[in-house]
């Protein structure tokens, strides 16, 4: 499992940015190729003190080929170009092979 994580510091007008990103980017987003689940809050919330963030998406894929592959698609280069129509507060993007823990 390979994971795409986004973090979104806090915009200019947080409104514009949850309308958007959930009636607009996110439908772009859920058609990405080779995406297995994506996950997304508003409610971002940190230990101690004041989160630096205000938004957080998490998305899936078999491994970091397939991430690659969304990405450099033109459906990928799409929902990149899209990131500026709302994240007025920048964007942190990482990704990441998921290992799996036991308790």
Excluded: C, I, W
């Amino acid at each position: 499992m390979h994971k795409l994580l986004v973090l979104y510091p806090e915009p200019t007008d947080p409104d514009h940015f949850r309308d958007y990103y959930v009636s607009t980017h996110l439908p772009l987003v859920a058609r990405m190729p080779g995406l297995l689940a994506y996950r997304y809050s508003f409610e971002v919330a940190v230990t101690h003190g004041q989160t630096p963030y205000f938004a957080v998406f998490e998305a899936e894929f078999t491994d970091a080929a397939a991430l690659a592959a969304a990405r450099e698609s033109p459906h990928g280069q799409k929902v990149a170009a899209d990131v500026a129509n709302y994240a007025t507060g920048g964007v942190v993007v990482m990704d990441y092979p998921a290992q799996t823990g036991t308790s």
